[in-house]
């Protein structure tokens, strides 16, 4: 569970050139604009990630300039770029919040704080009739490579197998038959979505067979689910610059046990139901970047791998694997987000 506001431990403090008033902090793995001599090293204080959504509250009124969303009526977190310094998140002194006192680093004031998750509206290509639905796997949501130091996923998979994809733009979606009554759904990230001829997702299922290919894989003794991003014209603006709507799998998972397939066997399962698999950046028997390498890596163009896409079209970044899946996490393009 992404921890969107917690408290934690300031690990430095640097000037900004030719600044007088603000300077850098650094929390976790992030780097965020603060005022001169708010914090010192080892200080505590109050984090609040990049797409926090914050609520209406005197604590945060002086981000109102910058931060405020009319439409949602609440303060959104997002990078930001000051005196050339990239600022990613809030730090506050934890004496800002009394109902905090008492709690060490590490703690999750997420919902103490009223703290939400901004999530992009919804295209209209894909809005339908939700229906109830107890999901048999974990939903598609990766950590960035920012949090390594509380997480260690580049320890972990430093000298395994591994491979990394392009993160695409787009929506998540997962199809999949549930093992309770062989139903079969159609979902985007939290629901799963009644049959629509004109919906993107069933649209794309259909085109490609899902159902039925799912199905032969269950007669075989095989429960597979799939998540993918479908992405095209009205989702996300259609940074590939496509034509139609078009679906990329990036986990192949067992519903039994919840694991993903290896690379192999995931572009194998792929191929036998036509599908496209998400493009491949690199891959290799012993994983050896560090998180700068993995946040350089992250930038660059569509256009690389997507010949539609425009010429200026940042790509959104990468998703870092070990080859069969037990770990995962992702490394955003800041050039993106900047963009964003």
Not at 244 to 262: P, S, W
């Amino acid at each position: 569970m992404r921890k969107l506001a917690s408290i934690q431990t300031v690990k430095y403090v640097k000037p900004i050139p030719d600044a007088d008033s603000i300077e850098t902090v650094g929390v976790l793995g992030w780097e965020v604009v603060s005022k001169k001599g708010e914090f010192k090293p080892c200080d505590t204080c109050v984090f609040f990630e990049i797409d926090s959504l914050l609520p209406e509250v005197p604590e945060f009124e002086f981000l109102r300039k910058s931060c405020w969303n009319d439409n949602l009526k609440k303060y959104r977190l997002k990078t930001v770029k000051l005196r050339k310094q990239l600022s990613q998140g809030l730090a506050l002194p934890t004496t800002v919040f009394p109902i905090l006192a008492g709690l060490t680093a590490g703690a999750d004031v997420t919902d103490l704080l009223g703290v939400e998750k901004y999530e992009p509206p919804i295209p209209a290509q894909i809005v339908g009739d939700a229906k109830s639905f107890s999901w048999p796997i974990s939903k598609t949501d990766e950590t960035r490579v920012q949090l390594d130091d509380e997480y260690g996923f580049i320890e972990r998979l430093t000298g395994e197998p591994y491979y990394i994809s392009l993160k695409l733009d787009g929506t998540s979606s997962t199809f999949l038959i549930d093992p309770k009554d062989e139903t079969y759904h159609v979902c985007g990230r939290n629901f799963s979505y009644k049959e629509n001829d004109s919906h993107n997702f069933w649209m794309l299922s259909k085109k490609y067979n899902i159902e039925q290919g799912l199905r032969n894989f269950w007669e075989k003794g095989h429960r597979l689910a799939l998540q993918g991003e479908v992405v095209g014209p009205g989702i996300q603006k259609n940074p590939l610059g496509l034509t139609h709507a078009d679906l990329y799998i990036f986990n192949v998972v067992d519903i039994r046990t919840g694991q993903k397939l290896c690379l192999d066997k995931s572009l194998i399962v792929t191929s036998q139901l036509g599908l496209n698999f998400v493009p491949i950046v690199d891959k290799g028997s012993s994983f050896s970047y560090t998180k700068t390498d993995l946040l350089e890596m992250a930038k660059g163009k569509y256009k690389t791998h997507f010949l539609s896409a425009k010429d200026s079209q940042d790509r959104e970044g990468i998703v870092i694997r070990s080859m069969c899946g037990e770990i995962s996490f992702k490394a955003i393009n800041n050039d993106f987000l900047l963009k964003e």
